[in-house]
């Protein structure tokens, strides 16, 4: 059974058709990435599974259980944690509360010591800056801050908005190590990604979106250096200027 | 004569600051600008009045019930009349107009009521008013007392804020309302918290002001425009600024009162608060942004 099943979903803004009879899962310690140029739709997929935009129509099921009338901090609490785009972080406070915080979800908090040690062994940086406010690190610092507060609230399936966004590439290549890591420990993960190569890489899985649709489905493996793909975002810059 | 100054004015300002809490967390929490927070407050002085004189409870003790029931108000108010206006707020801005119209009727409402009742005199009652030595100045031992609630409350709230699961989540909700669905906070939820929270303060304020202070039905609205004052000094949802900005202006205006004129102290108010308001813009203690 799927841990995560969208099927038919359609988000809209106004006239604009942000995604249109979307259709993908992910299955219980798999980790899927969803590639496409800018525009694509793929952050209005994410906002959706997350409850932060109400679809138009379609449905989403986790764990079995259709989860498309709950508000956004009820699907933390049923264990899906994303980490959005620009990372949602909160600046004013240390990085210690914002991990704390990450803990919030009842599920979480009976664990949350052990947790906060895996957390912190994953990160070691941020063991050294517990008490720095995490609005003033490095954006490579503050994704550690996001996705270990994430990683915090124990999820089923974690999500990842742009994760190597703003990221220099060295940054960006060991952001994907800590990734790897999180995905061995059985973590189920669905990932969306610019950085093809990187994406694919940490990927079982991949759908490819373009203009609101997923025009392709296939192994990680299969995808790389797959035209359709190189074509999906060249083709994408397009889409990009409505 | 200086050190009895500062001593009224820490009094003085002991109260501010307590008055100045609630609204902070009312308003930078659940960002709803309350106008009727000075008649709550106003309204727990007549009623820890009320009880002194009618049934002989003691303040302290009035404050017991005072302050839940300042709390389950606020709350029931959050609920009914001010969440709906949440919901349908597009923006932070339209909240901010919508919130000030329907307090500003609630304001009239509650002094309307307090009039009806009381009628337009002075209030006041006297308890603990005789003098006590301390460090050689002769103070009343009700703004001792005052004083120490004043702290005590302010300590207890900043337990709840820095040592509480509720307590992260306000800050949390203070900080990035917008992110704080993505740790499975409840913003709503804590939004009414908060705005009760607020409330019990208000009555706590109360309490405190009626063992010190005369007042009448429609004094809250300058204590209001004072908590409004120290709120934006002390930075809006910053509970420490609010603290430090209460203390601020206690002291200020006891200082004024006795070195150049009693008249000036309104002055000297609201010329720091326009001087704050000019150099910086986001509270004595505000970040630049954020």
Known sequence: MSMLEVKGLAVRYGRHEALHEVSINVAEGETVVILGANGAGKTSLMNAIAGRVSPFSGSIRFLGEEIDDQPSHDRVEAGIALVPEGRGIFPGLSVRDNLKLGGYPKRARENAGST?????????RLAERLDQLAGTMSGGE?????????????????MLDEP?????????????????????????????????????????????????????????????GDPDVSRAFLGGLEDAVH | MFFSTLLFGLVLGGTYALVALGLTLQYGISRIMNLAYGDL?????????????????????????????????????YL???????????????????????????????????????????FGYSWLDNAVDLFGVRIATNRLLALALAILLALGLYLVVTRTRLGLALQAVANRPESAPLVGINVEQVAAYAFALGGAMAAAGGVAFSMIQ????????????????????????????????????GITETFVAAFIDPGLTLAATYGIFLLVLLIRPNGLFGKAAG
């Open chain 1, 116 to 124: 906060m040690e895996r957390v912190l062994t994953l990160f070691p």
């Open chain 1, 164 to 224: 190597s966004l703003g990221l220099a590439p060295i940054v960006t290549q060991q952001l994907f190590g800590d990734l790897e890591r999180v995905r061995q420990a059985g973590t189920s993960m669905l990932v969306v990604e610019q950085n093809v190569r990187a994406g694919l890489k940490l990927a079982d899985r991949g759908y490819l979106l373009t203009a609101g649709r997923i025009v392709r489905e296939a192994a990680a493996a299969d995808l790389q």
């Open chain 2, 80 to 122: 009914f009349v001010l969440r709906p206006l949440v919901r349908r707020a597009e923006n932070r801005a339209a909240l901010e107009i919508d919130s000030i119209l329907a307090t500003f009727g609630l304001l009239f409402v509650m002094q309307g009521v307090m009039l009806l009742i009381f009628g337009g005199n002075i």
């Open chain 1, 142 to 158: 503050q994704q550690m801050v996001a996705i270990g507060r994430a990683v915090m609230s124990a999820p089923k399936l974690l």
């Open chain 2, 41 to 77: 407050l106003i309204a727990a002085a007549f009623l820890t009045m009320l009880g002194f004189t009618s049934y002989s409870v003691l303040p302290p003790i009035a404050m017991l019930l005072i302050v839940p029931l300042g709390f389950v108000f606020s709350y029931l108010l």
């Open chain 2, 214 to 249: 005369t007042f009448t039905a429609t004094s809250g609205t300058a204590l209001t425009l004072k908590a409004l004052v120290i709120v934006i000094m002390g930075g809006v949802g910053n509970l420490p600024g609010a603290l430090m900005a209460g203390f601020a202006l």
